[in-house]
């Protein structure tokens, strides 16, 4: 079986690091899968890139331009929405040609556009959609913020001027999606149950098979080691407890620094002697943009690729909060339970489904900055820590490994070809 995952970027995000797992886990497990993407960085053979990148960058900005358009003129949720009207025709590469699934991936800001999609579609190939977030279910968001109009059709949306109207963007966007998803027979896979029950949901997606599986992770490469040697590599210092924080963008409001701000002061103020034994790391983009609001000494590592330095980070740690207001299966949870480091986060999205409260963490109630400061101290100061730790490891090895999701992948492929063949 060869399986082609189309991605808009090779290494930069989630969606990216999770489809890079994904295929590696495929190819371990006796599938030809390779990726086909827009912003090609590495040498590697399984990683194809698009042509003509000049042209593939001019997608992006008319895509943009129309957008901010759109706005006013306001760069105010100018990167929450996507409209997908310019994009890259695919099928006529050898990639695709050779291909027996295709396997979409996160394909925004340029990359496929709706006109693209139906050509996939209409190619005659099966289709497989992984959803990292709400765009495939909703018209132009990729998380609906409480927002239920994806339910019965999007229009009036919170994201346009003056909440749009009654035929604005989000309506020209909901009716495009709605006539290419009749008859496509594209089957969604959600990362989490939360997203799997929300894309349900979605008037766009009655009639379309969806299921959920988690993203995968390499416990070979994401494993618990000694925290000496590994603060020791990671520059960070021996003698203190470690709270970290990981976001690509550390400023980015919808992963909750705000509430992870207030957590932290109410924790040092309820237990002054914090400022002595315990400091914080940052590791993302803006990092240094928040160590002065912070009350313990506090670590700016900023982005880092470098993946043995990134588990070196994990396994300097002692616990990793992520306060985030909306999120489907974080990749960055998963990485540290791997790393035996217990997490804490808000009950919200995917996170209740990863973190066992009380058993290899902390789930704090949705906004609630005293309860997530309890959960740092419960776990820094209450809990069996070991025992956290293990659960931790545990958890990720009897879920997110490699072989698990693949035999699941594997699995909806063979029905998207079966239902093509059969024309079920």
């Not at 331009?65 to 929450?80: A, E, G, V």
């Not at 604005?168 to 989490?192: E, G, M």
């Not at 008037?203 to 000496?228: A, C, M, W």
Request: charged share 20%; hydrophobic share 40%; with cysteine.
């Amino acid at each position: 079986m060869r399986v082609l995952i189309v991605n808009t970027s090779e290494s930069t995000g989630g969606a990216a690091v999770a489809a890079n797992r994904l295929m590696n886990a495929l190819n371990n497990n006796g599938v030809k899968a390779k990726m086909l993407v827009r912003d090609k960085l590495s040498e590697e053979i399984t990683i194809a890139g698009l042509p003509h990148k000049c042209l593939n960058q001019r997608h992006f900005l008319w895509e943009r331009w129309c957008i901010f358009w759109h706005l006013h003129f306001s760069r105010k949720h100018l990167f929450d929405i996507d409209i997908a009207n310019s994009g890259i025709d695919i099928t006529s590469l050898r990639e695709f040609k050779e291909a027996d699934v295709i396997h979409l991936s996160w394909i925004n800001q340029g990359m496929l556009s709706l006109k693209n999609i139906r050509k996939i579609i209409k190619s005659g190939k099966p289709i497989v959609w992984t959803m990292h977030d709400l765009w495939p279910a909703t018209a132009i968001c990729h998380y609906a913020r409480g927002c239920k109009a994806f339910n019965s059709g999007c229009k009036n949306c919170r994201l346009l001027p003056g909440n749009g109207s009654n035929k604005d963007l989000a309506y020209k966007i909901w009716n495009r999606k709605k006539k290419i998803y009749t008859n496509s027979n594209i089957h969604f896979v959600t990362c989490s149950m939360w997203l799997e029950g929300q894309a349900k949901r979605s008037e766009l997606l009655v009639g379309q098979h969806v299921t959920s599986i988690p993203n995968p992770i390499d416990t070979r490469l994401f494993y618990k080691k000694d925290k000496s040697n590994s603060r020791l590599n990671a520059g960070l210092p021996a003698n203190k407890r470690i709270i970290l924080f990981v976001s690509q963008k550390v400023t980015d409001e919808r992963k909750g620094m705000e509430y992870y701000v207030e957590a932290l002061n109410k924790l040092v103020n309820a237990n002054p002697e914090y400022k002595e034994n315990t400091c914080v790391a940052i590791l993302g983009g803006h990092s240094e943009e928040i160590v002065e609001r912070l009350p313990l000494a506090t670590y700016p590592l900023g982005y880092i690729n470098d993946v043995k330095r990134i588990i070196d980070i994990y396994n300097s740690s002692d616990i990793f909060v992520l306060p985030s207001l909306e999120d489907n299966l974080p990749n960055t949870i998963m990485e540290a339970m791997a790393c035996g480091v217990p997490c804490i986060g808000f009950k919200v999205g995917g996170i209740p489904e990863m973190i066992d409260h009380q058993k290899n963490g902390y789930v704090a109630k949705f906004k609630d900055t005293q309860d997530l400061a309890n959960g740092i101290n419960w776990i820094l100061n209450e809990a069996n820590y070991d025992e956290l730790s293990a659960n931790a490891v545990n958890k990720v090895g009897m879920n997110y490994s490699q072989h698990s999701v693949a035999m699941r992948y594997i699995e909806v492929y063979n029905h998207a070809m079966a239902f093509k063949k059969y024309n079920i």
